[in-house]
Antibody
Framework: QVQLVQSGAEVQKPGASVKVSCRVSGSTLSELSIHWVRQAPGKGLEWMGGLDPENGERIYAQPLQYRFTMTEDTSTDTAFMELTSLRSEDTAMYFC?????????????WGQGTLVTVSA | IVMTQSPATLSVSPGERATLSCRASQIFGSNLAWYQQKPGQAPRLLIYAASIRATGVPARFSGSGSGTEFTLTISSLQPEDFAVYYCQQYTNWPPITFGPGTRVEIK
């Protein structure tokens, strides 16, 4: 069974950057369509971006596209997300997730989440 | 595509039927998924393609609809079903968009 294990909670100051990792087990990262979704405290789910594993294209949500970067290390089957110029409203639980396919990107598997707190 | 869900909160007694609605701002076929989220947990896929149950999902969960109107029905609520439910459209992405959620609480 495929599992996603994320890195631990982070506390960052406004203006700083944060990088969260997501290690895949039970499959090969290069075969998966990894997406990132965040959830502010008490709020709903916000899609941030996703990867097309066939061509390596990274697709970002427009509001985040200048601050958000997805990368991958296929040698360790680990995906990463980095968010820069952090603001208080970036405080959220960040989930990595596996989409069924590029054509039908509903989420079939979720990581446990990484809490990122932005506070002075 | 903007997704809306109603009601925001649904109060139901165990054993009763729950009907949750999800509406899209424009027609997009059947590329819709439903997720269940319990406090402190990641969401869990329940339904995809509007009406197909994911692996391991009990038969009391059913999805229907197409176009702009979708429904998740829980035929007989069990104690473990009290949670927040989100719909998600995945047609013509990006972006992928979620509804704001419906909280199903014990009456």
């Amino acid at each position: 069974q495929v599992q996603l294990v994320q890195s631990g909670a982070e506390v960052q100051k406004p203006g700083a950057s944060v990088k969260v990792s997501c290690r895949v087990s039970g499959s090969t990262l290069s075969e998966l369509s990894i997406h990132w979704v965040r959830q502010a405290p008490g709020k709903g789910l916000e899609w941030m971006g996703g990867l097309d594993p066939e061509n390596g294209e990274r697709i970002y949500a427009q509001p985040l596209q200048y601050r958000f970067t997805m990368t991958e290390d296929t040698s360790t089957d680990t995906a990463f997300m980095e968010l820069t110029s952090l603001r208080s409203e970036d405080t959220a639980m960040y989930f990595c997730a596996i989409a069924h396919s590029v054509e039908a990107p509903y989420i079939t598997q979720w990581g446990q989440g990484t809490l990122v707190t932005v506070s002075a | 595509i903007v997704m809306t869900q109603s009601p925001a909160t649904l109060s139901v007694s165990p054993g009763e039927r729950a009907t949750l609605s999800c509406r899209a701002s424009q027609i997009f076929g059947s590329n819709l998924a439903w997720y269940q989220q319990k406090p402190g947990q990641a969401p869990r896929l329940l339904i995809y393609a509007a009406s197909i149950r994911a692996t391991g999902v009990p038969a009391r969960f059913s999805g229907s609809g197409s176009g702009t109107e979708f429904t998740l029905t829980i035929s007989s609520l069990q104690p473990e079903d009290f949670a927040v439910y989100y719909c998600q459209q995945y047609t013509n992405w990006p972006p992928i968009t979620f509804g704001p959620g419906t909280r199903v609480e014990i009456k």
